[in-house]
């Protein structure tokens, strides 16, 4: 007989261990168990579910009992609910949910995959009718029910990250208005601000109304029927119906009464195999404390793709084949009504709660494809890079195409430990319906690379302090909007009128995009003057102004 393995929890993280353990040792005794109804669905489809996008429950799961019976051998036991862990007789106490009824089962080795739960905060009116997380198959019915039963015409999301914003899309896709109330100033938290700035423009766009940085305080029945969405403010927002996105929590209470040690984030702790203390239980997934990369911090990261990774790991490490988790860098994307949305590594502000100030960013908005060739589009990209080595550290884009391509080729750049050079040579597929010669990924390489090279130096419009702005656009440009106290003199007149500019004062150059005050800071800079290109141009002073980061 070979081992005999229990996974509790199934999923992205259990479902994977197992699949993985059956391929490596067809001797072991495989038994999944899960207190839902499901042991391996598409949490990250049920959005779309909800919105109608996907019309069949029976496509969201992504692998039945009996798939898992018939192909692999193994056990799934769903609606049984584990309730305890005897390490010393290495025993776990299952509940089977539909019988009421309790036994023990033995192991040789356990993995913890309970995931996380929806964070549903204790908080007046909670329980009233028509508030709902999401996070299960049978909570997107019981929403879909919901809106075909109730028809609601207003709800408010609480929450505005990747679920929340995905949530407004698929309500709003059913005819609902849709409110987004968000504790903190901006969208998208993971981003920072000026590139969740974009995201919130684009929200607003679709008739999505903004309530940021403004928390939830409390629910209350509205006269008339339906909800009051009540926030910190005082504020009351109407709704119909609601859904909280505000986060989830590891569910480490069987952990913890096992006596398994918790890191400093509330996450179960293991090594880079995925054991836990106890060298017979490992844990994977939403509930464990993994290793940031970039910043060497434990974190907690509610994916699937690294909890994909980890139920592999941990089954390698079962049959003694163990190899060591790299840790996370945390690379995610949505979709919001058409704008995709996408990152990797380390946000600026991430680095610089951190402790981490030896980094420079880089802001360019090229299109998608060749401009020459119909319908380019921009993006807008943000690239993190250290100094004075030029390794990178993160990036951030949002587009409506091309966007997760260059995302997730400089994912892998940062898993290499490549930096900007290796982005400015890297040679991408390119036709002219595709991409450019020269890629937005070579392009963000190159600018990082002029700076490093002091060939382009580079300003920031959150620190012009004495230096004097000045505008290459065109007259028509500036007129029609530019930054107090810039000269203007067009990139086309430069070199007859450069006598003009000030010699005494920084020059902080910007046009438009970047690419002219990349051309004007050039010749400037081997006329003598002190110049500097302001990254992002124009395009990115606006998203910068409109998060208080910017000048007047």
């Not at 530019?482 to 006598?499: D, E, K, T, W, Y």
Request: net charge neutral; aromatic share 6%.
């Amino acid at each position: 007989m070979g081992k005999r393995v229990l996974i509790v929890g199934g999923v992205a993280g259990g479902a994977s261990c197992a699949a993985r353990l059956r391929r490596l040792d067809e001797s072991a005794e495989i038994v999944v168990f899960d207190r839902g109804p499901y042991a391996s669905f598409a949490n990250c489809g049920l959005p779309y579910f909800v919105g109608d996008v996907i019309t069949d429950q029976k496509k969201l799961v992504v692998a039945s009992s009996e798939l898992f019976r018939d192909r692999f051998d193994i056990e799934i036991r769903t609606r049984h609910e584990v309730l305890a862990v005897d390490r010393v007789r290495r025993t776990i106490r299952v509940r089977d949910l539909e019988a009421g009824t309790d036994r023990d089962e033995a192991y040789d080795a356990l993995v913890l995959s309970p995931g996380a739960a929806p964070i549903r905060p204790p908080l007046p009116g909670i329980d009233l009718p028509g508030i709902f997380a999401v996070r299960t198959i049978p909570d997107s019915v019981r929403i879909r029910k919901w809106i075909e039963d109730r028809a609601p015409k207003q709800a408010v999301v609480v929450g505005g990250g990747f679920i929340g914003l995905e949530m407004a899309e698929n309500l709003a896709h059913r005819g609902i208005a849709v409110t987004v109330l968000e504790k903190l100033p901006q969208v998208m938290p993971p981003l920072d601000p000026e590139v969740g700035q974009v995201v919130a423009e684009h929200l607003r766009a679709h008739g999505v109304a903004l309530h940021l940085g403004d928390g939830l305080a409390s629910f209350a029945s509205a006269d008339g029927g339906g909800l009051a969405v009540v926030t910190e403010s005082g504020a009351r927002l109407p709704a119909d119906l609601v859904i909280l996105s505000i986060g989830v929590r590891p569910e480490t209470q069987l952990a913890h009464d096992a006596g398994l040690p918790l890191g400093q984030r509330g996450g179960i702790a293991v090594d880079a195999e995925m054991r836990t203390a106890d060298p017979h239980v490992w844990a994977v997934g939403d509930a464990v404390e993994v290793r940031d990369v970039l910043t060497g911090q434990e974190l907690i990261v509610p994916l699937a793709g690294p909890a994909n990774r980890q139920g592999r790991l941990a089954a390698e490490s079962i049959a003694g084949r163990g190899r060591p988790f790299r840790g996370v860098q945390a690379t995610a994307v949505v979709g919001v009504f058409g704008l995709t949305v996408a990152c990797t590594g380390a946000s600026e502000k991430g680095l610089r709660r951190a402790g981490v100030a030896a980094f420079e960013r880089v802001y360019l908005h090229p299109g998608q494809h060749a401009g020459y060739y119909p319908g380019a589009k921009p993006i807008q990209l943000k690239l993190i890079f250290g100094v004075p080595d030029g390794r990178v550290l993160g990036a951030q884009a949002v587009g409506l195409e091309g966007v997760e391509k260059r995302i997730d080729v400089i994912a892998m750049a940062i898993q290499m430990g490549a930096t900007v050079r290796d982005l400015a040579e890297a040679e991408l597929c390119y036709a002219p319906q595709f991409g450019a010669a020269k890629d937005p990924v070579n392009l963000a390489g190159m600018i990082a690379v002029n700076h490093l090279d002091g060939l382009m130096p580079l300003a920031y419009w959150d620190a012009l302090a004495g230096a004097q702005l000045l505008d290459v656009r065109e007259p028509d440009e500036f007129a029609a909007g530019h930054v107090a106290g810039a000269i203007n003199v067009p990139l086309s007149q430069l070199r007859a009128r450069f006598a003009e500019l000030p010699r005494d004062r920084r020059l902080a150059v910007y046009c438009a995009a970047g690419q002219r005050g990349y051309y004007a800071t050039r010749f400037l800079l081997q006329k003598g003057y002190d110049a500097a290109n302001l990254s992002g141009g124009y395009t990115t002073y606006r998203a910068l102004h409109e998060v208080g980061l910017a000048p007047v």
